[in-house]
């Protein structure tokens, strides 16, 4: 079995910033990618960013410039630095990585949330 754990989430100033991490745990073989979701109250579930294995990474134009995502392959963990951060930023944000447990195709894992909320 695979756990994702969140941290990182909190209460911010418009124009702050905070840092989310992601670690995986369990019973990995590799994982694929990485990535974080947002929602917001009311709102669809949006992809926020992403990393693979590789470094190349890919995120939405309403975070690029804002936020970067890296990744330490050796620790199995995501990270998410959150810059200029603005009141619509406020949401649920989880991780979802795509790990192999044994030699194969991989799966999907999400982490709880934790939520970010930025404030006028």
């Known amino acids: 079995q695979v756990q994702l754990v969140e941290s990182g989430g909190g209460l911010v100033q418009a124009g702050g910033s905070l840092r989310l991490t992601c670690a995986a745990s369990?019973?990995?073989?590799?994982?694929?990618?990485m990535g974080w979701y947002r929602q917001a109250p009311g709102k669809q579930r949006e992809l926020v960013a992403f990393?693979?294995?590789?470094?190349?990474?890919s995120s939405a134009d309403s975070v690029k410039g804002r936020f970067t995502i890296s990744r330490d392959n050796a620790k199995n963990t995501v990270y998410l630095q959150m810059n200029s951060l603005k009141p619509e930023d406020t949401a649920v944000y989880s991780c979802?990585?795509?790990?192999?447990?044994?030699?194969?195709?991989?799966?999907?894992?999400w982490g709880q949330g934790t939520q970010v909320t930025v404030s006028s």
């Open positions: 979802n990585a795509a790990v192999v447990t044994t030699p194969g195709p991989a799966n999907d894992y």
């Open positions: 369990g019973n990995i073989f590799s994982i694929n990618y």
């Open positions: 990393i693979f294995s590789d470094g190349s990474t």
